[in-house]
Every structure is written in structure tokens, then in C-alpha cells.
């Protein structure tokens, strides 16, 4: 129910979206939900909303963004997890100018540290190449095709880790 009012709160915010992520492994597909709701309140000051839920696991957290410059936010919260201790803590850095952008998420708290960092950059109006690196799935390139005429984007990561291959697809919806 909560995700919904974020969702239906989206219009207002500023830098959004919401997508759907599956990872494939020993033949077993896992489907996530990740998404990130901005909203400037002030100045320099904002809001953020971050959240993921998969099946067995849900957290949410929200807190304050500063942008010291139009292509560089810092943005730091706490929430709640589906865990036996809740809290959980989350930060991101995003930097972007021109065709070329950056995320990189820190989070701790019950479940334990977990980091994603992601790079892209816009070769043309439909094709971004860039990287994707997530805890404890790996690293690899990833490939991004903005589909015409549509808020969405499909994308493919092959990552690596520890001599395994586990592949990502999904699909950003753009709020």
C-alpha cells in the first residue's frame, strides 16, 4: 500500500523511476523491484524515497538530498527492512552531465552492508553503454536501449563473480 502512494506521489517529485530487475542463477530466476523518487524542496535541499521488494524481502527508506551543484546530489536516510533487526540505513551519490551519469547506493543496517553502483552513458537518443556492480552478484557491463516513443528503458548486465556468470535483465520506467 505504501508503494502505491509513492507511486501516486510521483508527479510531484523530481528524478524518478521504478524497475523491475530479474537476476538468473542455477537455472532459478529472481524478479526485484527497485525505485527512486527525488523531489527539491529548497535551494540545494531535497527529498528522496528508495525502496526494493522481492519475494521474502521488502525495506523502504527515505531522507534529505543536497545538490551543491546541478550534477552532483548526495543524499543520506534511514527506513525499515524485512529483517529481525528493521533499521536500515541508505545513501547515495548520482553525478551526471551531458550524455554521461553515475549511482552509487550504500546501504547498512540488519541484513548487513549492500552496495549497487551503476554508470551509463548515452552513445545515442536509444543506446546507453555503461557498468553495473552490485553486492554479491558481481560486476559487468551493461547495455541499455530506450525503447521509442516511451517513458521505458530495457537493459541487459551480464555480471561476473567469483567465476560465475549471473545474468541481469530488466525494464526502468521513467516517472
Not at 552490485?134 to 521509442?148: C, F, I, Q, V
Request: proline content about 6%; glycine content about 14%; hydrophobic content about 45%.
Amino acid at each position: 500500500m505504501a508503494v502505491l502512494a509513492l507511486l501516486l506521489a510521483a508527479p510531484a517529485f523530481g528524478q524518478n523511476w521504478v524497475e523491475e530487475r530479474t537476476y538468473f542463477s542455477s537455472g532459478v530466476a529472481t524478479p526485484r523491484i527497485d525505485g527512486l523518487l527525488t523531489r527539491p524542496v529548497k535551494g540545494n535541499l531535497g527529498s528522496f524515497v528508495w525502496f526494493q521488494m522481492q519475494q521474502g524481502y521488502g525495506q523502504a527508506y527515505a531522507g534529505a538530498t543536497y545538490n551543491p551543484k546541478p550534477w552532483v546530489q548526495f543524499a543520506l536516510g534511514g527506513g525499515l527492512e524485512e529483517d529481525k533487526h528493521p533499521a536500515r540505513i541508505g545513501s547515495y551519490v548520482w553525478v551526471g552531465k551531458g550524455r554521461v551519469s553515475g549511482l552509487a547506493v550504500f546501504e547498512d543496517g540488519g541484513s548487513g552492508f549492500w552496495y549497487k553502483v551503476e554508470t551509463n552513458c548515452q552513445v545515442t537518443a536509444r543506446l546507453g553503454l555503461g557498468t553495473l556492480t552490485e553486492a554479491a552478484k558481481g560486476t559487468g557491463p551493461k547495455l541499455e536501449l530506450a525503447l521509442p516513443h516511451t517513458r521505458l528503458k530495457l537493459w541487459f548486465a551480464p555480471l561476473w563473480r567469483s567465476g560465475s556468470l549471473m545474468p541481469l535483465v530488466g525494464f526502468r520506467w521513467l516517472l
